[in-house]
């Protein structure tokens, strides 16, 4: 059996760091949001057991691969002994870009698995094997767009407004470890309630990691400059890719058009239902 499925992008439309827990993790508040737009991940079946990646991503071992590990980690977790897999990589998420690209490569590996392996596991028995990889992926899991809090594990479904946007990727990598360790980022912001992202006043919302990126990183201000132009732009994640949102499609295509050269990104929609999801209900 063959199988081929999406592994789409995520946008933290705000995120607000409440403070610091004694493990050293931080409690925040996030929402987010998926895009129409992301990796693909392919799945064919083999008979021997192996967990086969394809291609492999340079200078990532496949004991730190998040996709080999997810599938590992399904099948350690299953009732009986598991064919093994050929997984192909289709990339197009920047690596350190705040999108949650391997997050979101770990939910689509376990959702499929568990598909083709015939295992039946319930999606909370999923995502908690996925927030074992990561604190994003759960999210991925879900498959819905959510107001998180804790690490970003807890979950409740959101509705934001499922506008268009201009995504930016300045020429940098970002390690989400090196922005949570420095001292001057902001860890006491004040909790708020359930709320879609920017209803009432957006002013209201922010990305806590904003500022010691940009001091960190002088290409993410620059091209976080360039985009405010147009509205309001913010990072997402721990960067280094930023966004604008734009109501249509031709609105966001424009500014788009008439990014400063040597610039990468691209344009999606975001929407709230997982691109993933949507692809595994019609296997059904």
């Known amino acids: 059996m063959t199988l081929t499925l999406p592994s789409p992008a995520k946008l933290n439309l705000f995120l607000h760091i409440n403070g610091r827990r004694a493990d050293g993790y931080h409690e925040l508040q996030t929402l987010f949001q998926f ?21 492999s991503i340079p200078g990532v071992p496949d004991e730190d691969n998040l996709i080999i590990r997810a599938a590992r980690l399904l099948a350690e977790h299953s009732s009986h002994p598991v064919p093994g897999v050929n997984i192909t990589l289709n990339k197009r998420l920047p690596m350190g870009g705040g999108l949650g690209g391997g997050s ?3 939910a689509t590996v376990l ?18 094997l996925g927030l074992q990889l990561g604190a ?16 970003g594990e807890v979950l409740t479904p959101a509705q934001p407004p499922e506008d268009w946007f201009v995504v930016l990727k300045p020429g940098c990598d970002i390690n989400t470890g090196k922005i949570f360790s420095q001292e001057g980022l902001t860890r006491d912001t004040p909790r708020i309630k359930i709320a879609p992202a920017f209803e009432g006043d ?3 919302y922010r990305n806590d990691c904003e500022d010691v990126v940009c001091r960190l990183y002088p290409e993410v201000r620059k091209s976080l400059d360039w985009l405010s132009q147009f509205g309001p732009a913010r990072l997402t994640g721990t960067g280094a ?39 595994l209900a019609e296997l059904k």
């Not at 959702?111 to 995502?127: G, I, M, P, Q, V």
């Not at 499609?249 to 344009?267: H, L, N, T």
């Open 35 to 55: 895009l129409d737009y992301g990796d693909d991940l392919s799945f064919e079946l083999r008979g021997d057991g192996q967990m086969v990646l394809s291609p």
């Open 136 to 151: 994003d992926v759960p999210v991925f899991v879900r498959g819905t767009a959510a107001w998180a809090e804790g690490v």
């Open 111 to 128: 959702l499929a698995l568990n598909h083709l392996w015939r295992l039946n596991l319930d999606t909370d028995t999923l995502a908690r």
């Open 104 to 106: 979101s490569n770990a």
């Open 241 to 279: 890719c930023i966004f604008g949102r734009f109501p249509t499609e031709s609105a966001a295509r424009i500014i788009w058009e008439s990014k400063p050269s040597g610039i990468k990104g691209f344009v999606a929609k975001g929407v709230n239902l997982s691109p993933l999801h949507k692809k």
């Open 202 to 204: 957006a002013s209201r």
